[in-house]
């Protein structure tokens, strides 16, 4: 098992710019979700789904999408990137939603920077 | 909102010394509590997890940590810590739904 993936590893962008970043899992999760994590803040939550087709906001959704139209996919796009979205994104993944207790599973993360 | 704080933000140990670090969380009913580790490098791993029973559970590479209901804590011990030891130690909690909160995080600098 690869686990979780993300690409790309880096990413620089000019303000106003959008972009994907990747994510897939091969371990048939249920539940897979994105984290920011910057300076001070620790991990917070973007958005997360449930399942196929189903997605829902975490704590900082705003200007970014998501969609799942695949158990393994999680793509998280960034409609105009700006200088805040400046972070580190992790992917992560557990395999069964609505069970608190499972752990979740990390990506290698993505940074991204916006000029 | 619940929430997650941990103390201290940036620890120096030097090898052999005992670890806590401490984690509070701020919700009154039933908790799933986590601790993660990122090493230098490294994906963020699961160190250990309470969510019933014995409140003092074990984790990997002997790490410990102990739910205290009444002060709504979840520290991590460890009693004697390695060079290897080094990395970003993060508290989580889950309340029952789909998010889990973190706190801040903590890096841990082990000098050898």
């Known amino acids: 098992n690869a686990g979780v993936t993300q690409t790309p590893k880096f990413q620089v962008l000019k303000t106003g710019q959008s972009m994907t970043l990747q994510c897939a899992q091969d371990m048939n999760h249920e539940y897979m979700s994105w984290y920011r994590q910057d300076p001070g803040m620790g991990l917070r939550l973007i958005h997360y789904?449930?399942?196929?087709?189903?997605?829902d906001q975490g704590e900082v959704p705003n200007g970014y999408n998501v969609s799942r139209s695949t158990t393994e996919d999680f793509p998280l796009r960034l409609l105009s990137a700006a200088p805040s979205q400046t972070s580190v994104y992790f992917c992560a993944s557990s395999l069964l939603a609505g069970v608190p207790y499972n752990e979740q599973f990390f990506g290698p993360g993505t940074r991204l920077t916006v000029l | 909102a619940q929430s997650v704080s941990q103390h201290n933000h940036h620890v120096i140990l030097s090898e052999a010394a005992s670890l806590e670090l401490g984690c509070n969380y701020s919700y009154g009913g039933t908790v799933n509590l986590f601790w993660y580790v990122q090493y230098p490098g490294q994906h963020l791993q699961l160190l250990l997890k309470y969510f019933s029973g014995d409140p003092l559970v074990k984790g990997i590479k002997g790490f410990e940590a102990e739910f205290i209901k009444s002060k709504f804590s979840f520290n991590l011990r460890k009693p004697s810590v390695q060079w290897s030891d080094t990395a970003e130690y993060f508290c989580a909690v889950n309340t029952g739904g789909f998010k889990t909160i973190f706190g801040a995080g903590t890096r841990l600098f082990v000098k050898a």
């Open positions: 789904s449930v399942g196929a087709g189903i997605t």
